[in-house]
Nanobody, 123 residues
Framework: EVQPVESGGGSVQAGGSLRLSCVHS????????TGWFRQAPGKERERVAT???????TYADSVKGRFTITQDNPKNTLFLQMNSLKPEDTAMYYC?????????????????WGQGTQVTVSS
């Protein structure tokens, strides 16, 4: 199984934008969801946004209205557009995939993870 590969992290000032990308293995019956997670030092991992094959999305309350998850299915690529970034968005961001057909991607446990890409937002 090919693990997801993230790119696009970096350092920005508060109020700035970044766009993360992730190449994943592709949607199948038992790989129905993809998503972005983040983990800051000393904090638990947080589910940021998810999307499934038909394009249904979920977002954490902390990013609603600022982040947008999209995808290019023919290229098995996932994106996370992050606008109006805040220092509290600083974290390692991970792309993940998993889930069975028609499961709620906002609730499932993902089973394939990328290595992560660092996002740092300075005040």
């Amino acid at each position: 199984e090919v693990q997801p590969v993230e790119s696009g992290g970096g350092s920005v000032q508060a109020g700035g934008s970044l766009r993360l990308s992730c190449v994943h293995s592709g949607y199948t019956y038992d790989n129905f969801c993809t998503g972005w997670f983040r983990q800051a030092p000393g904090k638990e991992r947080e589910r940021v946004a998810t999307i499934n094959l038909p394009g249904t999305t979920t977002y954490a309350d902390s990013v609603k209205g600022r982040f947008t998850i999209t995808q290019d299915n023919p290229k098995n690529t996932l994106f996370l557009q992050m606008n109006s970034l805040k220092p509290e968005d600083t974290a390692m961001y991970y792309c993940a995939e998993g889930g069975l057909w028609a499961e709620d991607c906002g609730k499932i446990d993902f089973d394939s993870w990328g290595q992560g890409t660092q996002v740092t937002v300075s005040s």
